[in-house]
């Protein structure tokens, strides 16, 4: 089984976002029992929290649930849990890998390095722009799904 855990700020917008959208992406493909999929916070601001209204109504204009989602935060063990951790920005790569204490085994990456562009997921937090975040995330998943499953 493939672990993937998605990882940013707070746990309440991109990574839940890009941990619905893979568990959609990985259902609609009947791969479900390959995957093990769930998001973390760099953060201990919004433990316990769901996902924040506005990106659960984002995912939900595509026919994605979020129901049952609390923040939590990244801890040292989900290193060797997962065989993906993917960051949403490069301040998330730099507190996970301080979390996880590095990354010997090259298992950090940011989410739109799957992409034709890498970069970072803007935060919606405070662009405001859920739009944008659904194009990046998507993108970032699909472009993930297919590394894994052109590689195993």
Request: net charge negative; proline share 5%; aromatic share 8%.
């Amino acid at each position: 089984m493939t672990g993937i855990l998605f990882v940013c700020h707070g746990n309440i917008c991109r990574s839940p976002m890009a941990e619905f959208v893979m568990k959609d992406l990985v259902k609609k493909a009947g791969l479900e029992k390959r995957f093990h999929i769930e998001s973390a916070a760099t953060s201990t601001e919004e433990i316990g929290n769901p996902v924040y209204p506005p990106a659960r109504r984002k995912l939900a204009e595509h026919g994605i649930g979020c129901a049952g989602h609390a923040a939590r935060q990244l801890r040292r063990p989900d290193y060797e849990e997962y065989d993906f951790l993917v960051g949403m920005d490069g301040a998330n790569l730099r507190n996970m890998r301080r979390i996880c204490g590095g990354d010997p085994e090259g298992k950090i990456s940011l989410l739109l390095d799957f992409t034709d562009r890498p970069g970072d997921v803007a935060d919606p937090w405070y662009t405001g722009d859920f739009e944008a975040t659904w194009r990046d995330v998507l993108a970032g998943c699909q472009g993930l799904l297919a590394h894994i499953t052109h590689s195993r």
